[in-house]
């Protein structure tokens, strides 16, 4: 890794030209093929096995999860009655909402942060800017700790609102380091002629900047979104029952298996497994349908460059 | 999105573009010969100039200021009697008493006993994975099956640690599939969610479900970066499959292979939070408690603010010596190591 910059490219270079065989590799042997192939299929499945027995479960009935002993891969009658119960509203459809607004507002603002930060301290003989950047990357090394995190939270009076889901972790120092150093690797030439014709710091970063970044922002927001939509924890220590979101609402439902809602409202009172079940496929829709647009920038290897220099 | 795939790859060793003090030099156009007297400016002439950086830095300056070295400061409490009503001012100063009941607390010492347990199986079972997987992947000679494998190995570690456990427990729960699977062929019941015994066990194989594919986008980039002359030139030498993985693959992944591991040691005491305290109940504290754990159940739950923040403060400063002294090592490997990237050049 002397020379990362060059290693990467040419590493990229390969990955495109790799679909035939180099010349001097010999053909392996069909024994060899095969299990290499049947290693690749049992990976896969171990990965996605779990994934698709919770996604058929929630669609079967309780009659049918309790003759197969809970294992139902193929319902033989598929029902969306689990979806239907949730989506009549209650419980599981407010917590939905909730955390569709906290991971949209939350990944907004983390972005906004993260760029404008990234983008200032991209400017080398910044007053204090290499202060600005060890404040930013020392929190790598270093957890303040939970007790002191949450009386911080609490002084700030911000117990009970939705704000304490989002600004303890508004920014992390690793995303921050990922966009700077893309900014740093942009081609600096056309911003210096920007300058040049007039352009200020806030127009280069909005009209010039931005639009060759459309990449690395998405995998950043990715993480700020992902980690605002599973966060648990936070809404655990921080909100009372009529504020949670989804994950908390599958904390309690499914895995604590609690009874769901007011016993005043028409819910039932202990959930079934499929209901169990569907909470959990419906809090994994977003990552599965985001998932694919973004995977790509991963397999690509946006982020190597970042982890590590 | 797709017309820019030139520039989405950031190269590493982030500091290779236009020096900016020489650039800065240019604008306005004044003559190039100014070039170098950037850092001369005055103080108040360079505020002036970067005054929209300066503005662009503040708010999140003021978020790590706020939400990571105040608290940093709050740690005091580990040395109070810390009552919520009294608050930090007027909570009684108590030394070191926190810290001396911390080591005779039975519980203290469990808590650090199974971290290390699970830290040390994981260290064991897990870091291997990535590497094997990454190794697997590297020689598939089809690049679209290459990265539909990758896809689908890389999908768990963008699912949250509370569906994971769920999604376990309905495999792996008394409910699930597994213990049927294993009554059917006539052997024992074996609920691995509430097993203490197991229960390190269960947290590795979760970590390595959710994480195992992920960890080896490093590890492919380091196998990228092989020269692949070597290759070449080993198998016109004569040399087979099984010595060019020993004499050239290994060897050239060998130094991020050493640099993970040291930094892995440098976390020990470091457990995934989350996927602890949603299964911490299933076996009870007594193989479920970890460090983390315990100050969070001792602390926020029970009230005993001072003697906890003291675990927490303990374990966060050899956190980070062992993190530090970590980097260190990777350094007398000749390794860059994680923290230096961006600080300086």
Same mark, same amino acid.
């Given at each position: 890794m002397a020379n990362p910059s060059s290693t990467l490219a040419s590493g990229l270079g390969r990955l495109k030209a790799k679909d035939t065989r180099p010349i001097w590799m010999e053909k392996p042997k069909p024994a060899v093929q095969v299990s290499k192939a049947i290693a690749l299929v049992i990976i896969c499945f171990l990965a996605l096995y779990p994934l698709l027995a919770v996604l058929a479960t929630s669609l079967s009935s309780q009659s049918e999860i309790a003759n197969n002993n809970g294992l139902v891969l193929f319902p033989k009658e598929p029902t969306f009655a689990a979806y239907q119960t949730i989506f009549a509203g209650g419980v599981v459809t407010d917590a939905l909402i909730r955390s569709l607004l906290i991971t949209t507002v939350g990944t907004a603002l983390s972005v906004v942060v993260t760029v404008a930060m990234a983008y200032g301290l991209t400017r080398r003989d910044l007053v204090g800017g290499r202060f600005f950047l060890m404040t930013a990357l020392f929190t790598m090394l270093f957890s303040p700790g939970i007790i002191p995190s949450f009386l911080m939270v609490k002084e700030l009076g911000l117990l009970d609102s939705y704000a304490a889901l989002v600004l303890p972790t508004l920014m992390s120092a690793f995303n921050l380091v990922v966009v700077r150093s893309f900014f740093m690797n942009l081609p600096q030439e056309l911003f210096e002629a920007a300058k040049i014709d007039g352009a200020g710091d806030f127009r280069i970063l909005v009209q010039m900047v931005l639009p060759l970044s459309r990449g690395v922002l998405a995998v950043v927001g990715l993480f700020y979104a992902v980690g605002y939509w599973n966060a648990f924890f936070n809404a655990m220590l921080y909100l009372n029952d009529d504020k949670w979101p989804l994950s908390m609402i599958l904390r309690q439902y499914v895995l604590l298996g609690q009874p769901m809602g007011d016993s005043a409202v028409a819910e039932i009172a202990v959930p079934s497994q499929a209901i169990q079940m569907a909470v959990v496929v419906i809090s994994l829709i977003p990552i599965v349908i985001v998932f694919p647009f973004l995977q790509r920038y991963f397999t690509k290897g946006v982020l190597t460059g970042a982890i590590k220099g | 999105m797709s017309s820019n795939s030139q520039t989405l790859t950031p190269q %590493?060793? *982030?500091?290779? #573009?236009?020096p900016a003090p020489v650039a800065e030099g240019r604008r306005r156009g004044r003559p190039p010969a100014d070039a170098g007297q950037g850092r001369k400016k005055s103080l108040m002439a360079r505020i002036r100039r970067d005054k929209v950086m300066l503005l662009l830095i503040a708010p999140g300056f003021l978020y790590f200021v706020v939400f990571h070295y105040v608290p940093l400061a709050g740690n005091i409490i580990a040395f109070l009697d810390y009552k919520p009503y009294l608050g930090f001012v007027d909570s009684v100063w108590v030394g070191l008493e926190n810290f001396a009941a911390m080591f005779q607390d039975g519980a203290f010492w469990e808590a650090l006993r199974n971290t290390l347990v699970i830290t040390g199986l994981q260290l064991a079972l897990f870091f291997p994975v990535p590497i094997c997987l990454a190794l697997l992947l590297n020689s598939i000679v089809s690049n679209r099956i290459r990265k539909f494998v990758q896809s689908v190995v890389y999908l768990p570690h963008f699912i949250g640690w509370v569906i994971i456990v769920a999604v376990f427990s309905e495999v792996? #729960? %008394? *409910? #699930? %599939?597994v213990p049927h699977l294993l009554e059917s062929l006539g052997l024992p019941r074996f609920? %691995?969610? *509430?097993t203490p015994g197991f229960f390190p066990f269960l947290v590795t194989i979760q970590s390595i479900w959710k994480d195992a594919g992920w960890g080896t986008i490093i590890f492919l980039a380091a196998l990228m970066n092989v020269d692949q002359e070597l290759y070449e030139a080993a198998a016109v030498d004569g040399a087979n499959a099984r010595h060019r993985l020993w004499h050239i693959t290994l060897p050239g992944i060998m130094p991020v292979i050493i640099l993970l591991l040291i930094l892995n040691l440098g976390s020990i005491l470091s457990v995934g939070f989350e996927q602890i305290v949603l299964q911490r109940d299933n076996v009870g504290p007594g193989a479920g408690e970890v460090l983390d754990t315990y100050v969070y159940f001792h602390g926020i739950q029970d009230g005993q603010w001072g003697p906890a923040a003291a675990v927490g403060l303990v374990k966060g400063i050899v956190g980070l010596v062992l993190v530090l002294s970590a980097n260190k090592l990777a350094h007398l490997f000749g390794q860059e190591g994680v923290y230096s990237n961006g600080k300086s050049k």
């Open positions: - | %590493a060793g *982030t500091d290779v #573009g236009i792996l #729960g %008394a *409910t #699930g %599939a609920d %691995a969610m *509430t």
